[in-house]
């Protein structure tokens, strides 16, 4: 009989043994393959969110202060008056002056260190909330552009505007004051700040507006702060007259107070950074932020200036108004778990932003 080709039993176990040798290392290089780009993707999601969450904080504490009074803006107090501050836990701004940055240290939720095999029930986050005045104007549009109530001085012609006897509601003249002008429309919730001559100061909220007329009605469905308190004693808008009845010229200036804080309510497996303007419905602005730590520099007025680095609170013998730079820590974590371990990937994000009313000191003066 004629000889047979082919391979014997064992040359087909052994091309067996080499191919299989081949295959699981192929298979182990691709499975590390797609580990590695599982990890280079949730670190990349993760550090976005960080990237995001800290540039708008960065870019609203670079406004922090501007149009703002640097001892800050007198609030309603005395006669049981209280002024709301909006957050997850109801909180009110203490003292008599709403300044341009307010210390929310402890006063955020504790979110939870969540992996799979336990959690951490966390800390208590801190919340940011600041104010500045209305960057959304061109010269010529703003609120300000002239007071409410003015006489014609040689060239410069009379504001016929008109503030009611309560303080409840103001007229703008169209001559000098056109709201329609506005990039963006004043609305019901808005801010507005009202300065006198002297440098005195109150805040309001708009509870309806008519034309050229805005309305700051006692109506707690709409002002939440509790700005429109005008029988209270003291830091009302009746406070800005030279005497009862006689308004001298004043200012108005929408300002807008945006509030930082974490919320684990909606969703307690993915904490979000919330960014909420005035008493407005809160935004998400970053998705699994875990922490958010705010610490406050501050300078006192004394020469040359003492420097308290990263305060949690006040220091003795100062006040808000004495905050020179504000920094943030934001911790984070990825949007789910790494598929070989279990474990969700983690990372933080620092900076100091110094504000608009920084003052310096030159020591070799």
């Not at 550090?47 to 007198?74: E, H, K, W």
């Amino acid at each position: 009989m004629r000889k047979q080709i082919g391979f014997t039993m064992i040359e087909f176990l052994v091309a067996m043994v080499i191919s299989l040798v081949l295959i699981a290392a192929a298979v182990g290089a691709f499975t590390d393959a797609l580990r590695s780009n599982e990890v280079v993707t949730l670190t990349a999601d993760l550090n976005d969110n960080l990237r995001a969450s800290m540039d708008l904080i960065s870019r609203d504490l670079v406004f922090t202060g501007t149009g703002i009074p640097p001892s800050g803006i007198s609030i309603p107090s005395g006669g049981g008056a209280t002024i709301n501050r909006p957050n997850l836990t109801p909180a009110t701004f203490s003292g008599t002056i709403l300044p341009a940055v307010s210390l929310g240290t402890n006063l955020g939720p504790a979110v939870p260190i969540f992996d799979t095999s336990s959690s951490n029930p966390g800390t208590p986050s801190d919340i940011l909330t600041l104010l500045y005045e209305d960057n959304t104007s061109n010269t010529g549009e703003s609120m300000d552009s002239a007071p409410i109530t003015r006489a014609a001085v040689g060239t410069t012609p009379a504001c016929n505007g008109a503030i009611s006897s309560t303080g409840d509601s103001v007229t703008f003249d169209p001559a000098c004051n056109n709201l329609s002008k506005a990039r963006v429309p004043i609305q019901v919730g808005d801010l507005i700040l009202f300065t006198n001559p002297a440098g005195a100061t109150a805040i309001q909220t708009v509870t309806t507006v008519n034309g050229q007329q805005l309305n700051f009605a006692r109506d707690t469905a709409i002002d939440k702060f509790g700005f429109n308190q005008t029988r209270a004693p003291q830091g009302t808008i009746l406070q800005l007259q030279t005497s009862p009845g006689a308004w001298p010229p004043i200012t108005a200036t929408r300002i807008f107070m945006i509030t930082y804080y974490l919320d684990n309510v909606a969703d307690p497996l993915r904490p979000r950074l919330m960014r909420q303007l005035n008493f407005n419905i809160a935004q998400p602005v970053g998705d699994v932020v875990e922490a958010l730590t705010v610490r406050y520099n501050f300078v006192d007025g004394n020469t040359p200036p003492t420097f308290f680095a990263k305060q949690s609170t006040v220091p003795p013998g100062l006040s808000e108004s004495n905050i020179r730079s504000v920094n943030v820590f934001l911790g984070a974590r990825s949007n789910r778990p790494q598929s070989r371990t279990s474990k969700y990937l983690r990372d933080n994000m620092s900076t100091q932003v110094s504000l608009r009313s920084l003052s310096y000191f030159n020591r070799y003066q």
